[in-house]
């Protein structure tokens, strides 16, 4: 039997191939950029093809002549985005619509004013978004002719990235895990494959849609022909999900942070399907031989993307990394908070017409503190999706935090004084990747169990303990809501 796990994390900007010790070490790494296509304002598009082919050629880079070394595949990916291809062929139909693209926003709208989004929520977890895959794939019946006569013709198979992805490692297989399938809106929380209720709904016809596996076990077997030998694929998992098991969230309660451009914060919600009266979203996080464990969801918009902001458009600093500095060298913002609400508010306030704001400004006001105000936005933002956690019955136990901001000690400490719970980074911040080789190693029967193959691979982390004083950050929360409650 091998002794490592590759990892294939298809991402949204690139795509990765990693190869993972049973340690969680990473022996090799190969990436590649993808192109980011928009047609028009609002649209976002990839070409399937392309994440294949460097999909491929980034697994071949790591695998080299070790194809005999490697135990199993874990695949994670970007989530909601929809491919269509021929399953004759399997050859790619249209573009593939991206998670961020707009383009079904009349169409979210009008199911909603039919009332539609309750019963939709209650049965999916998920809101009437075009964020999710359903409306994208409605588009593309709708809207392409290739797409449509394939439909007719019964060619027609539709799938999210780790779908497309299996589909070509096995030489046609159609399947899609758990997890991947809970952000599509056609897969009931507590369903185990697809509904008609749903796809009626959507007019998705079932057929075109893959069957819905684990995140773990014996999923699939690559062909022969592509590294010379069948690997088998034992744990797929979305991106988000990856991480929180990557970070160890395993138990209920536990709740990992990841910053990247925005924020997007899981908490592990056990057994029981979750709910929320704060427009939160339920998703699954793991299944293994039918039974799921689920997690609540939120997200921030606006996260690195006020630091690349700041050094892109404002021209106030020189690198991301330099707001740390700038915001040690003063004792407090003097009174300045920014409001980062530059492609409106995400959850918990739900406001997508909202708009940015800097508030506070004195002639006392320059770089550091508008800096140091823009760091502090995280923690704030952050204390409100805790708050809405907790009003929907899931208390955070603590913070988990990954992504490139997390780098930041200076707002990893300022996350931890805000929140007033210990925040925790791993040295190893590709939580992601991680999560998808534990799902794997569980899988192939490495590992007894997820627990187990988190403790022996995860490696070190670093707490942050809360230290402010009550008064103060009361103060800063006051000021904040205020800000907030002015946009
Ligand atoms: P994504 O996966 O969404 O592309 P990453 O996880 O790579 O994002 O994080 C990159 C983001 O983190 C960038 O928006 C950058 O501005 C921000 N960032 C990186 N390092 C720091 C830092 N030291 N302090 C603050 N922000 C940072």
Redesign the pocket.
Known sequence: MGDTILVLDA????TRAMLFGLDGTVERLSQAELTQHYPKPGWVEHDAGEIWDKTLACAREVVGEDAARIACIGITNQRETVVAWDRDTLEPLARAIVWQDRRTADLCARLKEQGHEPEVQRRTGLLLDPYFSATKMRWMLDNDETVRRAAERGALAFGTVESWLVAKLTGGGHVSDASNASRTLLMPLKGAQFEPGLSDLFEIPLATLPRVVDTHGHLAETQLALFGRAIPITGMLGDQQAATVGQGCLSPGETKA?????AFILTNQGDTPPTSDHRLLGTVLTQRDGQRRYALEGSVFV??????W??DTLGLID??????ELARSISDSGEVVVVPALSGLGAPHWRADARGAITGLSFASGRAQIARAA?ESMAHQTHDLAEAFAADGRRWAGLKI???????D??AQDLADILALEVERPDF?ETTALGAAVAAAVGAGLHPDLPAAVHAMRGGVRRFSPAMEASVREERLTRWHRALAGI
Do not use: C, F, H, K
């Open positions: 991402g949204t900007t690139s990841t910053y990247g451009t925005g996260a690195g993307s006020l630091i690349q700041l050094r690198s991301a990394a330099e707001t740390e760091l990954d992504g490139g901001m997390s780098a930041n200076w707002m911040v």
